[in-house]
């Protein structure tokens, strides 16, 4: 899986209610429509600023909050390519891969907002563009590649009928 865009950097802590507000998981289940509210209590134009493919890209502890799975569903409708981080909450980045969101563990202190990012995950890098430097990431398991390009969890259960480890 190979992705690239621009980083669009936060920092550390980022709870699910930063990611997509409270006062919205509850009233709608279209995720285009909870999208566009994707990040707004930390920047109110995120979703007009960001462009399909681009990155979040965060400190420590993404995610951490409530385990619902409408924080990763709203980053992925609002065509986040992934999300790079230092570390996420667990159950975050469960979700985000049950759902079919790339989350990458990778030291971002040499990413700054803006920089031009290639993923590639099989290989084991991030290469910034703007810098050009490359930082090593933490290398997703097989299966979770594999349950990501088959857009999560629910679809590649429907495509193999289970798990499919090989």
Same mark, same amino acid.
């Given at each position: 899986?190979?992705?690239?865009?621009?980083?669009? $950097?936060? =920092? #550390?802590? *980022?709870?699910?209610?930063?990611?997509?507000?409270?006062?919205?998981?509850?009233?709608?289940?279209?995720?285009?429509?909870?999208?566009?509210?994707?990040?707004? #209590? &930390?920047?109110?134009?995120?979703?007009?600023?960001?462009?399909?493919? #681009?990155?979040?890209?965060?400190?420590?502890?993404?995610?951490? =909050?409530?385990?619902?799975?409408?924080?990763? !569903?709203?980053?992925?409708?609002?065509?986040?390519?992934?999300? %790079?981080?230092?570390?996420?909450?667990?159950?975050?980045?469960?979700?985000?891969?049950?759902? =079919?969101?790339? *989350?990458?563990?990778?030291?971002?202190?040499?990413?700054?907002?803006?920089?031009? %990012?290639?993923?590639? !995950?099989?290989?084991?890098?991030?290469?910034?563009?703007?810098?050009?430097?490359? &930082?090593?990431?933490?290398?997703?398991?097989? *299966?979770?590649?594999?349950? !990501?390009? #088959?857009? =999560?969890?629910?679809?590649?259960?429907? $495509?193999?009928?289970?798990?499919?480890?090989?």
């Amino acid at each position: 899986m190979q992705f690239s865009g621009k980083a669009h $950097k936060f =920092g #550390d802590d *980022v709870n699910t209610d930063y990611i997509i507000s409270g006062k919205y998981k509850f009233k709608t289940l279209d995720m285009k429509a909870l999208a566009k509210h994707v990040m707004e #209590d &930390l920047d109110p134009n995120f979703y007009e600023k960001v462009s399909p493919g #681009d990155f979040i890209v965060a400190g420590t502890n993404f995610g951490c =909050g409530s385990s619902r799975e409408q924080a990763p !569903l709203a980053i992925k409708y609002a065509d986040v390519g992934a999300v %790079l981080a230092k570390s996420f909450a667990r159950i975050f980045y469960r979700n985000a891969i049950n759902t =079919g969101l790339p *989350v990458v563990e990778c030291d971002t202190d040499q990413i700054a907002p803006g920089d031009e %990012l290639f993923v590639d !995950l099989a290989a084991g890098v991030i290469t910034n563009r703007t810098k050009r430097i490359t &930082l090593p990431i933490k290398p997703l398991p097989e *299966v979770m590649i594999k349950i !990501l390009n #088959d857009g =999560g969890l629910a679809a590649h259960f429907r $495509k193999y009928g289970g798990f499919n480890l090989g």
